[in-house]
């Protein structure tokens, strides 16, 4: 027969660190004293757990007359607790020891100086398994002192023990001190609470149960379904065999202090997960137990930012002035093309019209020495106009908004915030962009200079021909005898020679002309792409990645939280 194993659930030590790394997370995200709770929920679990794990601590906590000390006493058969008229009567909280060997550095953590060890044992009626050994049982002030340093002392004892015993009384069982400050928030902590409704000798039979009935009805609305109440009466005895059995069987069970530490975590990552409920509670708690469910006000994971990018790039390239720099490629292009293939007689006019590139500062000599060096200072290229930083406004927005859309509350705003986190670095980043990627449409292509030194040998055959014209035109009017003239059928070869040779430089300017032309429009076709793409790159440097990297850190974050959690 095969036997079926428990499945057991994530242990304390994994949960711990999952909460420290969730807090990790959520630093500069969520409030400062959130983050901080969880932190010091995790640094206190780990101190308690290095302390004794035999002895459970059980607290006595309740409002004023509701008889905690008389309790305190009946408990520990002997008069250790001062009880009196006057209130509030408990100043400090103290401890009843129980078996406390090894007890100290517990106690000490606790801040507990006034320690006793029952001489009395407990009375004959307790059952035979009622055995406290291990128990250090608290005494605490009242909650509701008037004295602010009491309720400070048992705020700060409810965050720590392992066992919380409120008790009540049949007046004021159901005072909205107790249930709105304690109970409720710590719903959470069901496991580690008992309700004990002292003082019942003073009601008639059929009016105890009525008020236990009652005082089930407001913790069930509290939250606080199944945990146990108990009717006592400290002064008659009363009940408190079945309240001795059961503290009997927490100590026992030594668990207490991990259901103490599990119920701590699973809140302080409530409180994380929403933070927009139960800040300022004992303890870090949170109202309604932790669930391991959907996380309240965590959103689901957003959607992939790849394709906000389009609408980005658009917008920075209208305001880098891709537009004009494209253009100036082509033209610019067409200018250095006739200046270097253009015909020696003519071209040299060329040369006063400026470079459109150049005069946008791109494709100077200083960069064109070396691509691979940084660029520094800004390129010509005319500042973006208003309303072309208005449309990357919008587009830095957008891209938030829909990177946001499925996350809520601080982490949809750490989103939209990471958006725009280095917007004002982009201006000069896109810049450089334009700058180094531009810097190819200034390379000459390899045809320019065969061309060039074509037209220099055209040009160097008519200024040949034109010399040839020009000392016969001076031997025929010095009345020198005329050399033998070769002629091409009947044109004079120095004719041909200069005739041709200005035909021939013409005619190769203007096939190179139009091949400028062709190639201009290629070039700009090649750094318009080229400028997008990179212009796409500073977009996803200064704008997506910081919104891919905080949708990331809440990914991790809402799993750190289910792990805590679970």
Not at 310 to 319: G, I, K, W
Not at 520 to 541: E, F
């Amino acid at each position: 027969m095969k036997l079926l194993r428990r499945k057991e659930g994530p242990s304390l030590d994994s949960r711990l660190a999952a909460l420290l790394e969730a807090a990790e997370l959520a630093e500069g995200r969520l409030p400062a004293d959130l983050v901080s709770n969880a932190r010091a929920v995790a640094e206190r679990a780990g101190t308690r757990r290095s302390l004794s794990v035999d002895h459970t601590v059980a607290a006595l906590a309740g409002a004023t007359g509701s008889g905690k000390s008389s309790l305190f006493n009946a408990l520990a058969g002997d008069e250790l607790a001062a009880v009196g008229v006057t209130r509030p009567t408990t100043s400090t909280a103290q401890a009843a020891l129980w078996d406390g060997t090894g007890a100290g550095p517990l106690l000490d953590w606790l801040e507990i100086p006034q320690r006793h060890t029952p001489q009395t044992p407990v009375e004959p009626t307790a059952p035979a398994d009622a055995d406290f050994s291990g128990l250090i049982l608290l005494d605490l002030p009242d909650h509701d002192s008037i004295r602010l340093a009491h309720r400070l002392e048992v705020d700060r004892l409810v965050e720590l023990v392992d066992l919380l015993v409120w008790v009540l009384d049949p007046q004021k069982y159901a005072d909205a001190a107790v249930h709105e400050r304690y109970l409720r928030p710590l719903s959470g902590h069901r496991d580690v609470m008992v309700v004990v409704l002292n003082q019942i000798d003073r009601l008639p039979p059929h009016a105890v149960d009525r008020c236990l009935r009652d005082l089930r009805r407001l913790l069930d609305d509290d939250g606080l379904t199944g945990v146990p109440i108990l009717g006592v009466s400290a002064r008659t005895g009363a009940g408190l065999a079945g309240l001795r059995e059961l503290l009997a069987k927490r100590v026992a069970e030594r668990r207490s202090w991990s259901a103490r530490l599990s119920a701590d975590v699973s809140a302080a990552a409530d409180r994380l997960a929403d933070p927009s409920h139960g800040a300022g509670t004992p303890g870090g708690a949170v109202a309604g137990p932790g669930t391991g469910g959907a996380v309240a006000g965590l959103g689901r994971p957003g959607g992939a930012v790849a394709g906000l990018g389009a609408p980005l790039t658009n917008a920075l390239s209208e305001a880098a002035g891709v537009p004009l720099v494209v253009a100036a490629v082509s033209k610019g292009h067409r200018h250095r093309a006739v200046v270097a293939t253009g015909w020696p007689v003519t071209k040299w006019v060329r040369r006063f019209r400026p470079d459109p590139l150049r005069r946008l500062r791109i494709g100077t000599s200083s960069a064109a020495k070396s691509a691979d060096r940084e660029i520094v200072g800004r390129t010509s290229v005319p500042a973006a106009s208003a309303v072309q930083k208005a449309q990357v406004e919008t587009a830095l927005r957008d891209v938030g908004e829909a990177a946001a859309s499925d996350l809520a509350g601080v982490w949809a705003a750490a989103v939209r915030q990471a958006a725009r986190s280095r917007a004002g670095d982009l201006a000069d980043a896109v810049d450089r962009a334009v700058a180094t990627t531009s810097l190819g449409a200034i390379r000459r292509p390899r045809w320019w200079r065969a061309v060039g030194v074509l037209q220099w040998l055209v040009f160097a055959v008519m200024v040949a021909g034109g010399l040839w014209l020009g000392a016969l035109f001076g031997m025929d009017y010095l009345r020198l005898p005329q050399p033998p003239l070769p002629t091409v059928g009947v044109v004079p070869w120095p004719t041909v020679l200069l005739g041709g040779g200005a035909l021939a430089g013409v005619v190769i300017a203007l096939l190179s002309r139009l091949a400028a032309w062709a190639g201009g429009h290629r070039r700009a076709r090649r750094v318009a792409k080229t400028l997008r793409a990179a212009i796409a790159q500073v977009g996803a440097d200064y704008v997506l990645d910081p919104v891919e990297g905080e949708l990331a850190r809440h990914a991790r974050f809402t799993e750190a939280i289910t792990r805590a959690r679970a």
